[in-house]
């Protein structure tokens, strides 16, 4: 089944739910499984596991734990961007606009260039436009 938010993750959730009931019904302490263990390892003991054909018992499992790792890499980097967008646009400086947040945002990702790196200018400064106006906004206009 092809999830309309993720069409590249093609899951069979007829399956998946019987691969989760049987993961559910593992005898743990015969597969020296413990429920303390740190989850990185206990799904790769799940998931190393394989039927009597040598084939993955829990393949669609699988799928799904990789998506979620990947979810808590992305989300990771999504939150770092509004961190640093909260210490832009504070209480003071909340009517600035698009641009010159998004300036200031490069231009800070360019001061953070290592030392031995910094007489070069950052691709992403020199390509940031910041339009400047007569009226003293940003919008460019007037």
């Known amino acids: 089944m092809r999830n309309k938010r993720f069409p590249n ?9 019987k691969e989760w009931k049987k993961h559910a019904f593992l005898d743990f302490s015969e597969l020296n499984i ?3 263990m740190p ?3 206990y799904w790769t003991k799940i998931l190393k596991m394989t039927d009597e054909t040598v084939e993955p018992m829990f393949p ?6 990789n998506g979620f790792a990947h979810f808590a890499i992305f989300n990771a980097c ?3 961007v509004f961190s640093q967008l909260k ?3 504070s209480d003071h400086r909340n009517n600035l606009n698009t641009n010159t947040i998004a300036a200031l945002m490069a231009t800070k990702a360019a001061i953070k260039i290592p030392q031995h ?8 400064l020199m390509h940031t436009r ?7 906004d940003d919008d460019g206009e007037g």
Do not use: A, F, M, W
Request: aromatic share 2%; net charge negative; glycine share 2%.
């Open 9 to 17: 993750i093609v899951i069979d959730t007829e399956n998946l739910h």
């Open 34 to 36: 413990s429920p303390d």
């Open 39 to 41: 989850v990185e390892e």
């Open 60 to 65: 669609n499992l699988k799928e799904v734990n």
């Open 78 to 80: 999504v939150e770092r």
């Open 87 to 89: 210490l832009i646009k």
């Open 117 to 124: 790196l910094s007489h070069q200018i950052h691709q992403t």
């Open 130 to 136: 910041i339009k400047y106006s007569k009226d003293g």
